[in-house]
């Protein structure tokens, strides 16, 4: 396992990171290239969170001869007491938690290892002290605070392994300074994936997935029988799965949900538990976006406010203080978008705020509600120059069949012509791709010289059923045409120069660029495919994949294409079977240690594309998995991508 250094050997080194992390401002980058590894290094300070109280703010900084992120509480009242707490030797610090303003638990990860060498991810808690040893709480994830005045809090497990047909978890009650362990989910439902608690830690509705079919269960009160509130087909109709999120201190349950015939994008509802009627009350609709954020609880479970995602992030409070200090921040910082968090929110002194934007890594501050003023704690990134970063514009471009997609567009700064042009396709595909923050590939491309076009594409999730539903057995087809279409918007806007356009991603994305050589090989001039999907029906057959037979057996089928019924057009929409149609240069790498898109996949391409001729340039990682986990690893591959794109793209 990993060896505990402690507070003592480290701690000033710590801090000295710390005040570096703060003062270190970078300096100009617009008169030179900016380097790769600026782009793709791990951050040296994040995770930044407010203890209930709001005295203390734990957080995650790079310290030791190593360069480890360790665990530091910062006293938000006088800077120069914060604390080194916790340091490993060969581990870094992660996810962490306030479980009580004295006692804090986090996750460890080891950030400098492949993928074949990863474990599961111990969870251990700490004093906020110092005072003793870390102890170890096994492995899983905290669930929940219970801001009881114990030091208990509540942690979530899976039952069996991740290719289980039906997977389950359980909620456990954990004394973190013990390790005493009491599962709290006897009598609930089997198979469960979603769980939402009251203010007391009491579980109070959940989504099961069995055979196929998925429910929601309710208990009204915490100490009464679970009942089914409804049922559906498991990933057919998941667009009609309400997704419960907590309980507030009224006993009124939040949840995602589309409840109307009619409605193409989900919402959030309220509904009371104590009510007969049980009836749900619409809160936040956000127009063409489908609902997709949390619910701000402060003490006992008081509603406070709601987050939420349309093109970018923001916050509707619904507590009078807290919407009057969120107004005071955003006028302080009118440039980024301004995430408060305060812990319990109980007349708060001061709030920890995150702050970031399309050009501007996230910034730590904390903001003194008094006095109206900010003061810096920590840089995720202070290495970057935001003057010097490109902006990223959400768009919407029409398909050919009228169906809108939302893209986002980063230009290359001081760019006026159309200019090289890289289509940059998300992974999933069933899920979002983007949003408006600093992104690592698109930016590091617009330095570069790219014009950079990232499509949610048909198929992607967070803009309402019918953008979902189109996608449906529209590999390589339909959704593919978005690609083509977005290409040819950017054409016409007079964004990029129609012979030097390559099409470019990972996993689903890298897929799409296989086929983008294939179906539209007059549009791009390259394709760079890493991590790629090659053949469908070998998804289906891989033994090693991370997909659940039940998925293969049940939602692929209707969302991807059966093998029998459908096998003409999984033929023809086959990297593999269709690779004679490559005529245009292609990078294509892969990870030997990628179980969620095996090696296997990448291989049989190869072979195809030896077979009939096509040029392309291989890249292989022998230990990594499914996508680049270790800072040299990405930036010898992105150093790949920008040799390879120079040469395909006459870019000088």
Same mark, same amino acid.
């Given at each position: 396992? =990993?060896?505990?250094?402690?507070?003592?050997?480290?701690?000033?080194?710590?801090?000295?990171? *710390?005040?570096?992390?703060?003062?270190?401002?970078?300096?100009?980058?617009?008169?030179?290239?900016?380097?790769?590894i600026d782009f793709f290094r791990n951050v040296s300070f994040d995770g930044a969170v407010m203890s209930p109280s709001g005295r203390h703010v734990a957080a995650t900084v790079k310290g030791g001869p190593k360069g480890r992120r360790g665990l530091v509480v910062f006293d938000t009242a006088d800077l120069s007491k914060s604390k080194a707490i916790t340091l490993y030797s060969n581990a870094d610090v992660d996810d962490i938690n306030w479980i009580s303003d004295d006692r804090i638990a986090y996750s460890i990860f080891d950030y400098s290892v492949v993928a074949a060498e990863q474990q599961f991810r111990p969870i251990y808690a700490v004093d906020r002290e110092g005072r003793s040893d870390p102890r170890n709480l096994k492995w899983g994830a905290m669930f929940a605070a219970l801001r009881d005045g114990s030091n208990d809090a509540i942690f979530i497990r899976r039952i069996g392994d991740r290719y289980a047909k039906d997977p389950s978890t359980r909620l456990m009650r954990i004394n973190t300074l013990t390790g005493e362990e009491t599962i709290i989910t006897h009598g609930a439902p089997d198979a469960v994936t979603t769980w939402a608690l009251d203010s007391r830690g009491n579980p109070r509705a959940a989504v099961s997935s069995f055979g196929g079919k998925s429910r929601l269960h309710l208990r009204m009160q915490a100490d009464a029988p679970w009942t089914i509130a409804?049922? *559906?087909?498991?990933?057919?109709?998941?667009?009609?799965s309400p997704i419960p999120l907590v309980v507030d201190d009224k006993d009124r349950l939040y949840l995602i949900a589309r409840t109307e015939k009619d409605s193409d994008t989900t919402s959030l509802y309220r509904m009371d538990m104590r009510s007969e009627s049980k009836q749900w009350q619409p809160l936040v609709s956000l127009k063409g976006f489908d609902f997709v954020g949390d619910v701000i609880l402060g003490e006992g479970g008081k509603l406070l406010g709601i987050r939420h995602l349309t093109d970018a992030w923001g916050t509707t409070w619904i507590d009078p203080m807290m919407k009057a200090i969120q107004a005071d921040v955003d006028k302080l910082l009118p440039t980024t978008i301004?995430?408060?968090?305060?812990?319990?929110?109980?007349?708060?002194?001061?709030?920890?705020?995150?702050?970031?934007?399309?050009?501007?890594?996230?910034?730590?501050?904390?903001?003194?509600?008094?006095?109206?003023?900010v003061q810096g704690l920590g840089k995720t990134r202070p290495w970057i120059a935001a003057a010097a970063m490109a902006r990223r514009e959400f768009v919407q471009i029409p398909a050919r069949d009228g169906l809108m997609i939302p893209a986002y567009v980063t230009r290359p700064a001081g760019l006026k012509e159309a200019g090289p042009t890289v289509v940059l396709t998300h992974g999933g595909p069933w899920v979002r791709g983007a949003e408006w923050e600093w992104d690592s590939e698109s930016q590091f491309l617009a330095a570069r010289g790219y014009v950079v076009i990232e499509p949610e594409f048909r198929g992607s999730v967070g803009f309402g059923f019918k953008h979902f539903r189109a996608g449906w057995k529209q590999w390589g087809l339909a959704m593919q045409d978005d690609l083509a279409d977005a290409t040819r918007w950017a054409v016409g806007k007079g964004y990029a120069d129609p012979k030097r356009v390559c099409i470019a991603g990972g996993s689903y994305g890298g897929y799409a660029a296989l086929m983008g050589l294939v179906r539209h090989g007059d549009?791009?001039?390259?394709?760079?495919?890493?991590?790629?999907?090659?053949?469908?029906?070998?998804?289906?057959n891989t033994m090693w994949d991370t997909l659940s037979d039940r998925y293969k057996e049940t939602g692929m089928p209707v969302l991807v294409g059966d093998q029998d019924k459908d096998a003409a057009q999984l033929r023809e929409t086959s990297p593999v079977e269709q690779a004679a149609r490559i005529k245009r240069p292609l990078l294509l790498a892969h990870g030997g240690e990628d179980y969620r898109v095996t090696l296997h996949h990448? =291989?049989?391409?190869?072979?195809?594309?030896?077979?009939?001729?096509?040029?392309?340039?291989?890249?292989?990682?022998?230990?990594?998995?499914?996508? *680049?986990?270790?800072?040299e690893t990405r930036v010898d591959f992105w150093n790949r991508v920008d040799a390879f794109l120079k040469k395909n793209t006459a870019v000088k």
């Open positions: 396992m =990993t060896a505990f250094l402690g507070q003592l050997k480290f701690g000033l080194v710590m801090i000295a990171l *710390w005040f570096m992390c703060v003062s270190e401002s970078a300096t100009a980058q617009s008169t030179q290239e900016v380097p790769t409804s049922e *559906w087909q498991r990933y057919v109709n998941d667009h009609e301004n995430r408060v968090s305060c812990g319990l929110c109980v007349d708060p002194k001061k709030v920890l705020v995150a702050s970031w934007s399309d050009r501007q890594p996230t910034v730590y501050t904390l903001f003194d509600v008094a006095t109206k003023s549009l791009y001039a390259c394709g760079i495919s890493w991590s790629a999907v090659s053949d469908i029906n070998l998804v289906y990448a =291989t049989i391409m190869r072979k195809a594309l030896e077979k009939n001729g096509a040029p392309y340039e291989w890249v292989y990682y022998r230990d990594e998995g499914h996508g *680049w986990l270790l800072e």
